[in-house]
């Protein structure tokens, strides 16, 4: 190519790019408009909880609900912090978590692979089947896991907590759909190799689907943050009582009436954690597959 | 998605087998009532009894105290207790917990609820244990008579001890621990200021929603807290078909009861009147408010329980108003009838009737000893389920203290046992407390719905509906 | 594809789910269809001792419920309206997220926070931004004490407040907050999903389209749309089928009566109906609307997959 080619090419470059340049600030700028008005929406429910957190509760039983509060009660806290036990209930609960967290991430990975990548009679069917089982509403479910967890001798101990729930079809369903957009052909050549399909699954397969694995994670930590009905059925012993359970009508005024601005403190003190978690993990999940390999 | 089909129906072809056999197994209990004698009370041997209640911290303090005070009387007598939640949890738990015999042994309740555990059986009725005149020797020496005697029976305030006996087989499955009721709350700084009277019956309620209007148009005089309470009061007092335990269940839909809704609904459109659901708020909320504000209340009908929630914010340090209590208003001033709310204790069938016997103690302990009643209604804001509290130094002292203001919790304990002859209770069968949802949505359609000209074609026509939602969940 | 002499080690990796599905999903399914046969069948009466026949009595009596339409109709609406809606706004969230440099970091925690926002505040800020308090709404004697943000908000534009929520409230305006409450729950769970699906496309594609000038509307629809369409078919389908089992936001806004003051039931739903038969005690009829949901859901699922089959590249 002639330098004089070469300088008319970059000419043509620099002149769409100024066109461009000005479409592309107006797009940011809807962007951001867009984003911040979304982020106002879905903030202000915090924000409600954590200026609740600090109101007495006559102000938040008002008739007009005040937008901010008149008298700032920090007590909320210092009451949520010293009435609920609330380390026992942390550690109960991170202990519930993680480890129910490490085992499902486990079987769900084992799961999504195979009906991913491994062609088996069956397949098909198996996989509509599962679907299905996320078509009954789950309240149904409880009375009859109830009598076999009972039967089992699992009543009050940490496997009633993790063991009933460790499946989760939703989340089989997204790594599969997540792995299948890994070319196969990748997977051939691991086979021709000789490489075995643990070995794969962990150099390749996981790496590629961290973003949607962290998600999972995610996911089944909050679950274990907010159980509530099935703990409170089969473990609401101090001993292991989770931390919904240890907060929600933990907090009652005189009358026995819940008193929710306490309730809102002791809930703000629990989500910091949680909170802390996430903003670790967003990197994990935004850093995404930075080697190529993924077809879509 | 053949597959999908074909796998559906060879689901429901092999849960078709499945259904051959029935479900129900009938684990249930021995009932001490059919026993011929009770055994007697072994205090050598050790027994745990399990509690579930709604206690919050400050009376589970309460109670911890007194079963140290329990266990200097019956060492061998471990009780365990756990806050469930609310109400509805304490319900719901229970009744999962029945499906494999792991119930508690006593547990707060409503009478709903013990209907619920009936139709699995599950709850001990009490004729037997009351009755019985057996007699324990307790470890400080002293003997007690297993039953209660006529001096105790006579000693509970009548219409809260007949709560447990209105489960239309006439045995008795409940007894009373601490009560509440609805009283009327009135801005009696404004009463007096213009020189109103209290009102005693609905017709003189009316007279003054109209008279309060004139002195501030822009108020809504009375706020009713529940709409459910105020019907059901309404046919106590009227002596108007509510509803009954045994035969037809859902007897509300008569004239009488069409025309006193009738009635409200015109005070509703008149603004003298609203209720929680309708207003959108609290309505203790529109009675504290500031008499300058737009849409406040002068009176107010609320639980007795919540006194401290109807008494307005200080300003400066002082009260805005002072807050009068007295009685609601009635049909006949005369013949008075308020409802009767609050937590009872039921006991649970167990294989060995040592627990059973033990949860007994324990329960007539809580019910019928002075000084417990006495420190739980001071704490609770409830009001005590015998007389004798009254007489009690510390209870007395704080009934003395009553006011408008800071003591108003008193004030309201006060008025509630002076009114102690006119407690009524509602007959509890399975699906009496659809019953009571049901009269509450329909007072709340009847005042408020658009009638298109013909009010009383619609307030037919909602409690035609209301009856019919009531027979199809509870039947 | 894969040699099927691989078949039995398929069934090893999925032999831990299949072993718990079996004990904890499977067998209460079965449970459920047994009792949606039993007829009137009632849990607490069977414990007492009671026995019932088999028959469809329980499906009869589900079809026979005066407002069974209105649940179903409720469902199928709601669901319709707010599947496509929250995708479509997660969709846009993610993207722009994703795109942006400066505040990327703020926004996307901000968007997360929904996380870990108690429900009871979510319920009260929607108390707060449509509830009227007051008396006798749209009587003549009306008193507005506080009318709620929302109408604040069009009262300060100069428009008329709507009666959103309260007694004398309009069908049109208790969907409206519904699906405005249902999509506000539903986005971070999709913008957390689809912006993880956004991190496995390859950014060559991007790069090759920024080098041959495409325009932003274009590069949406031809690259993001179509790479994401896995992890979009799979918003979608587990959306329809969270969709229809809606009952728990109705409860957040309405209260258990579903409806607002004056019309209970206005709002209920199949699930709903569903509760209300298992708090009576009437699991064999909760059983037989369950399974009645089922069959709906099913439907619409395999339409959903056979849609999706066409459109989605993996």
């Given at each position: 190519?002639?330098?004089?080619n070469?300088?008319?090419?970059?000419?043509?470059?620099?002149?769409?790019?100024?066109k461009?340049k000005?479409g592309?600030?107006l797009g940011?700028?809807f962007v951001?408009?867009?984003l911040?008005v979304?982020a106002?929406?879905v903030l202000f429910?915090?924000?409600w909880m954590?200026?609740?957190s600090?109101?007495s509760l006559?102000e938040?039983r008002?008739?007009v609900?005040t937008?901010f509060?008149?008298e700032?009660?920090w007590?909320n806290y210092v009451?949520a912090?010293?009435q609920?036990?609330l380390g026992t209930l942390?550690l109960?609960t991170?202990?519930?978590?993680v480890?129910?967290?490490?085992l499902s991430?486990?079987?769900?990975?084992?799961?999504?692979?195979a009906?991913?990548?491994?062609e088996?009679?069956?397949?098909n069917?198996m996989f509509a089947?599962l679907l299905a089982?996320?078509?009954?509403p789950?309240e149904l479910?409880t009375?009859?896991n109830y009598v076999?967890v009972?039967?089992?001798?699992?009543?009050k101990?940490?496997?009633v907590?993790?063991?009933?729930?460790?499946?989760?079809?939703?989340?089989?369903?997204?790594l599969?759909?997540?792995?299948m957009q890994?070319?196969?052909e990748?997977y051939?050549?691991?086979?021709?190799?000789g490489?075995?399909d643990?070995?794969?699954?962990?150099?390749?397969?996981?790496?590629l689907?961290?973003?949607?694995?962290i998600?999972i994670?995610?996911?089944?930590?909050m679950?274990?943050?907010?159980?509530?009905v099935w703990?409170?059925l089969?473990?609401?012993d101090?001993?292991h009582?989770?931390i919904?359970?240890?907060l929600r009508?933990?907090?009652?005024?005189?009358s026995g009436q819940?008193?929710?601005?306490v309730q809102?403190?002791?809930?703000a003190?629990?989500?910091?954690p949680?909170?802390?978690?996430?903003v670790?993990?967003?990197?994990?999940?935004?850093?995404g597959?930075s080697?190529?390999?993924?077809?879509? | 998605m053949?597959?999908f089909?074909a796998?559906?129906?060879a689901?429901?072809l092999?849960?078709c087998?499945?259904?051959?056999c029935n479900g129900?197994?009938?684990n249930?209990?021995?009932d001490?009532?059919?026993v011929?004698e009770?055994?007697a009370?072994?205090?050598?041997k050790e027994?745990?009894?399990?509690f579930?209640?709604?206690m919050?911290?400050?009376l589970?303090?309460?109670?911890?105290?007194?079963?140290?005070e329990?266990n200097?009387?019956?060492?061998?007598?471990k009780i365990?207790?756990e806050?469930?939640g609310?109400?509805?949890d304490?319900?719901d738990?229970?009744?999962t917990?029945i499906?494999?015999g792991?119930q508690p042994?006593?547990?707060?309740?409503?009478p709903?609820h013990?209907a619920?555990y009936n139709?699995?059986k599950?709850t001990?009725s009490?004729?037997?244990?009351?009755?019985?005149t057996q007699?324990?020797t307790?470890a400080?020496?002293?003997?007690e008579t297993?039953g209660l005697?006529?001096?105790?029976?006579a000693?509970?305030i009548?219409?809260?001890y007949?709560e447990?006996?209105?489960?239309?087989?006439?045995?008795?499955?409940?007894?009373p621990?601490?009560k509440s009721?609805?009283v009327?709350y009135?801005?009696k700084t404004?009463?007096?200021?213009h020189?109103?009277?209290p009102p005693?019956?609905?017709?003189?309620l009316?007279a003054?929603?109209?008279?309060?209007?004139?002195i501030d148009?822009?108020?809504i005089?009375l706020?009713y807290?529940?709409e459910?309470?105020?019907?059901?009061?309404m046919?106590?007092?009227l002596?108007s078909?509510?509803?009954?335990?045994?035969?037809?269940?859902?007897?509300?839909d008569n004239?009488?009861n069409?025309?006193f809704?009738?009635?409200?609904r015109?005070?509703?459109?008149?603004?003298?009147?609203t209720t929680?659901?309708?207003?959108?708020?609290y309505?203790?909320?529109?009675?504290?408010?500031?008499?300058?504000?737009k849409g406040?209340?002068?009176m107010?009908?609320g639980s007795?329980a919540g006194?401290?929630?109807?008494r307005p914010?200080k300003?400066?340090g002082a009260?805005p108003?002072?807050v009068?209590?007295?009685?609601i208003?009635q049909?006949?001033?005369n013949?008075a009838?308020?409802?009767?709310q609050g937590?009872s204790l039921?006991?649970f069938k167990?294989?060995?009737?040592q627990?059973?016997l033990a949860?007994?103690l324990?329960?007539k302990?809580?019910?019928t000893?002075v000084?417990f009643?006495?420190?739980?209604?001071?704490?609770?804001?409830?009001?005590?389920?015998?007389k004798s509290?009254?007489?009690?130094?510390?209870?007395?002292?704080?009934?003395?203290?009553?006011d408008?203001?800071?003591?108003?919790?008193?004030?309201?304990?006060k008025v509630?046992l002076?009114?102690?002859?006119a407690y009524y209770t509602s007959?509890?069968f399975n699906?009496s407390?659809?019953?009571?949802?049901?009269?509450?949505?329909?007072?709340?359609?009847?005042?408020?719905?658009?009638a298109a000209?013909?009010?009383?074609a619609?307030i037919?026509?909602?409690?035609?509906?209301?009856?019919?939602e009531c027979?199809y969940?509870a039947? | 594809?894969?040699e099927?002499?691989h078949s039995?080690?398929?069934?090893?990796?999925?032999?831990p789910?299949?072993v718990l599905l079996l004990?904890?999903t499977v067998w209460?399914i079965?449970?459920t269809?047994?009792l949606?046969f039993l007829?009137?069948?009632?849990s607490?009466m069977?414990?007492?001792?009671?026995t019932?026949?088999?028959g469809?009595?329980n499906f009869?009596k589900v079809l026979?419920?005066?407002?069974f339409?209105?649940?179903?109709?409720?469902t199928i609406?709601l669901?319709v309206?707010t599947v496509p809606l929250?995708?479509?706004?997660?969709?846009?969230?993610?993207v722009?997220?994703k795109?942006?440099?400066?505040?990327?970091r703020a926004l996307q925690?901000?968007f997360f926070?929904?996380?870990?926002t108690?429900?009871i505040a979510?319920?009260m800020?929607?108390?707060?931004?449509?509830?009227m308090?007051g008396?006798?709404f749209g009587?003549?004697?009306?008193?507005?004490?506080?009318?709620?943000?929302?109408?604040n908000?069009?009262?300060?534009?100069?428009g008329?407040p709507?009666?959103w929520i309260n007694?004398g409230?309009?069908?049109?305006?208790?969907i409206v907050?519904?699906?405005?409450y249902?999509?506000?729950n539903?986005?971070?769970?999709k913008?957390?999903i689809?912006?993880g699906g956004?991190?496995?496309?390859?950014t060559?594609y991007y790069?090759?389209?920024?080098v041959?000038g495409t325009?932003?509307?274009r590069?949406?629809t031809?690259?993001?749309?179509?790479?994401?369409s896995p992890?979009?078919a799979?918003?979608v389908i587990?959306g329809?089928i969270?969709?229809?089992?809606?009952?728990?936001?109705?409860?957040g806004?309405?209260?258990e009566?579903?409806?607002p003051a004056g019309?209970?039931?206005?709002?209920n739903?199949?699930?709903?109906f569903?509760?209300?038969?298992?708090?009576?005690d009437?699991?064999?009829?909760?059983?037989?609307?369950a399974l009645i949901?089922?069959?709906i859901i099913?439907v619409?699922?395999?339409?959903?997959?056979?849609?999706?089959?066409?459109n989605?590249h993996y």
């Amino acid at each position: 190519m002639s330098n004089i080619n070469k300088t008319m090419a970059e000419k043509d470059i620099r002149l769409v790019s100024s066109k461009q340049k000005f479409g592309h600030f107006l797009g940011q700028f809807f962007v951001y408009f867009f984003l911040i008005v979304m982020a106002i929406i879905v903030l202000f429910p915090f924000y409600w909880m954590l200026i609740s957190s600090v109101k007495s509760l006559d102000e938040y039983r008002l008739a007009v609900p005040t937008l901010f509060p008149r008298e700032i009660l920090w007590g909320n806290y210092v009451t949520a912090f010293n009435q609920a036990n609330l380390g026992t209930l942390f550690l109960n609960t991170l202990y519930v978590g993680v480890v129910s967290t490490i085992l499902s991430l486990v079987i769900t990975v084992l799961s999504a692979f195979a009906f991913a990548r491994l062609e088996f009679k069956g397949k098909n069917t198996m996989f509509a089947a599962l679907l299905a089982t996320m078509m009954i509403p789950g309240e149904l479910f409880t009375i009859t896991n109830y009598v076999t967890v009972n039967q089992l001798g699992w009543m009050k101990t940490y496997t009633v907590l993790i063991v009933p729930f460790l499946v989760s079809v939703f989340y089989i369903y997204l790594l599969r759909q997540n792995f299948m957009q890994i070319p196969n052909e990748l997977y051939l050549a691991a086979k021709v190799d000789g490489t075995s399909d643990l070995k794969y699954l962990w150099k390749v397969m996981i790496p590629l689907a961290l973003p949607t694995l962290i998600s999972i994670t995610i996911l089944k930590m909050m679950g274990a943050w907010n159980s509530y009905v099935w703990p409170r059925l089969v473990a609401n012993d101090a001993a292991h009582q989770l931390i919904t359970n240890g907060l929600r009508n933990a907090f009652t005024d005189a009358s026995g009436q819940a008193d929710i601005p306490v309730q809102m403190a002791a809930v703000a003190i629990v989500s910091l954690p949680l909170f802390l978690v996430f903003v670790f993990l967003r990197k994990y999940i935004m850093k995404g597959v930075s080697r190529g390999g993924l077809k879509g | 998605m053949k597959k999908f089909l074909a796998l559906f129906a060879a689901l429901v072809l092999c849960i078709c087998c499945f259904a051959g056999c029935n479900g129900g197994g009938g684990n249930v209990a021995p009932d001490l009532d059919e026993v011929d004698e009770l055994p007697a009370f072994d205090t050598s041997k050790e027994v745990t009894i399990t509690f579930y209640h709604t206690m919050g911290a400050n009376l589970r303090e309460v109670l911890d105290f007194y079963i140290v005070e329990f266990n200097k009387l019956y060492p061998n007598i471990k009780i365990q207790h756990e806050q469930v939640g609310g109400y509805d949890d304490v319900r719901d738990q229970i009744k999962t917990e029945i499906t494999v015999g792991g119930q508690p042994n006593i547990a707060y309740c409503y009478p709903d609820h013990v209907a619920l555990y009936n139709l699995a059986k599950a709850t001990q009725s009490l004729d037997t244990l009351i009755g019985s005149t057996q007699t324990v020797t307790r470890a400080d020496g002293s003997t007690e008579t297993i039953g209660l005697t006529e001096a105790q029976i006579a000693d509970f305030i009548q219409g809260y001890y007949n709560e447990g006996r209105e489960f239309g087989d006439d045995k008795m499955y409940t007894m009373p621990l601490s009560k509440s009721t609805e009283v009327l709350y009135y801005n009696k700084t404004f009463f007096d200021k213009h020189n109103l009277t209290p009102p005693s019956t609905w017709d003189e309620l009316e007279a003054l929603c109209a008279e309060i209007k004139k002195i501030d148009p822009d108020c809504i005089p009375l706020g009713y807290d529940s709409e459910a309470n105020w019907f059901i009061t309404m046919c106590e007092q009227l002596g108007s078909d509510y509803t009954s335990a045994t035969g037809d269940h859902f007897l509300f839909d008569n004239a009488e009861n069409h025309a006193f809704v009738k009635k409200f609904r015109d005070w509703y459109q008149k603004g003298y009147v609203t209720t929680q659901e309708l207003s959108g708020g609290y309505t203790s909320e529109l009675f504290t408010m500031a008499e300058t504000d737009k849409g406040n209340s002068y009176m107010s009908i609320g639980s007795s329980a919540g006194a401290t929630h109807q008494r307005p914010d200080k300003v400066d340090g002082a009260y805005p108003f002072d807050v009068g209590i007295t009685t609601i208003p009635q049909m006949d001033a005369n013949n008075a009838k308020v409802i009767s709310q609050g937590p009872s204790l039921c006991i649970f069938k167990k294989a060995d009737p040592q627990e059973v016997l033990a949860s007994w103690l324990f329960v007539k302990y809580l019910t019928t000893t002075v000084e417990f009643q006495a420190e739980f209604s001071m704490a609770s804001g409830y009001v005590p389920v015998i007389k004798s509290v009254g007489d009690n130094a510390v209870y007395a002292s704080f009934l003395e203290s009553a006011d408008g203001g800071d003591a108003i919790s008193a004030l309201s304990a006060k008025v509630c046992l002076q009114q102690e002859s006119a407690y009524y209770t509602s007959p509890a069968f399975n699906g009496s407390s659809v019953a009571r949802d049901q009269v509450g949505l329909l007072m709340q359609a009847c005042l408020s719905s658009d009638a298109a000209g013909d009010v009383d074609a619609m307030i037919a026509k909602v409690f035609a509906d209301a009856v019919a939602e009531c027979e199809y969940q509870a039947g | 594809m894969v040699e099927s002499k691989h078949s039995w080690k398929a069934w090893l990796y999925l032999a831990p789910a299949i072993v718990l599905l079996l004990v904890f999903t499977v067998w209460p399914i079965i449970n459920t269809v047994r009792l949606a046969f039993l007829e009137d069948y009632n849990s607490s009466m069977a414990i007492g001792g009671a026995t019932y026949e088999f028959g469809i009595r329980n499906f009869a009596k589900v079809l026979q419920y005066k407002d069974f339409i209105n649940c179903l109709t409720n469902t199928i609406l709601l669901c319709v309206l707010t599947v496509p809606l929250s995708t479509i706004l997660a969709l846009l969230i993610a993207v722009c997220l994703k795109q942006i440099k400066p505040l990327q970091r703020a926004l996307q925690t901000i968007f997360f926070l929904p996380y870990v926002t108690n429900s009871i505040a979510i319920g009260m800020v929607f108390a707060a931004m449509f509830n009227m308090v007051g008396s006798a709404f749209g009587g003549e004697n009306e008193l507005i004490i506080t009318a709620g943000i929302i109408n604040n908000v069009i009262e300060f534009f100069g428009g008329q407040p709507i009666n959103w929520i309260n007694s004398g409230s309009a069908y049109w305006a208790n969907i409206v907050v519904m699906v405005v409450y249902i999509v506000w729950n539903a986005l971070p769970f999709k913008i957390l999903i689809l912006l993880g699906g956004l991190q496995s496309i390859n950014t060559q594609y991007y790069d090759a389209a920024k080098v041959d000038g495409t325009r932003r509307a274009r590069v949406f629809t031809r690259i993001t749309v179509p790479l994401l369409s896995p992890m979009l078919a799979y918003v979608v389908i587990t959306g329809f089928i969270g969709g229809f089992k809606e009952y728990s936001s109705i409860v957040g806004i309405f209260g258990e009566k579903m409806g607002p003051a004056g019309d209970p039931g206005r709002l209920n739903t199949m699930v709903g109906f569903i509760y209300d038969a298992l708090a009576g005690d009437h699991t064999g009829r909760a059983s037989a609307a369950a399974l009645i949901l089922f069959g709906i859901i099913l439907v619409v699922t395999l339409i959903n997959l056979q849609v999706s089959k066409k459109n989605t590249h993996y």
